[in-house]
């Protein structure tokens, strides 16, 4: 069973960047056939899809609304992935969670993903 674990968040002023990585272990677990995606939640709010990627292949999908400030890459030599966060605003502001499912196809509802990290704060503010 893959474990989760998120990094790099934190607070950056609106218009910055940052970069989250979230590592799968135990080291050298094959991720090969899962997808792995990321969300966020704020409080109060339901937890939304970001962006996805599948393992094998490395097809990605982002949210439509965050297209052009967000990317999702992966690397398969540190059984890690990415999120790349551009242009970043206030409403950026949640907690962001890396998810994993097996499977062929990057699906946005949360609760078709079995595996969850505990999520890494990222707050956009001036």
């Known amino acids: 069973q893959v474990q989760l674990l998120e990094s790099g968040g934190g607070s950056v002023q609106p218009g910055g960047s940052l970069r989250l990585s979230c590592v799968g272990s135990?080291?050298?677990?094959?991720?090969?056939?899962?997808?792995l995606a990321w969300f966020r939640q704020d409080p109060g709010k339901e937890r939304e899809f970001v962006a996805g990627i599948r393992w094998t292949g490395g097809t990605t999908t982002v949210a439509d609304s965050l297209k052009g400030r967000f990317t999702i890459s992966r690397d398969s030599a540190e059984n890690t992935i990415y999120l790349q966060m551009n242009t970043l605003n206030p409403e950026d502001t949640a907690l962001y969670y890396c998810?994993?499912?097996?499977?062929?196809?990057?699906?946005?509802?949360?609760?078709?993903?079995?595996?969850w990290g505990p999520g890494t704060q990222v707050t956009v503010s001036s």
């Open positions: 998810a994993a499912k097996r499977g062929v196809e990057i699906l946005t509802k949360p609760s078709l993903y079995s595996n």
């Open positions: 135990p080291s050298g677990y094959t991720l090969s056939g899962y997808i």
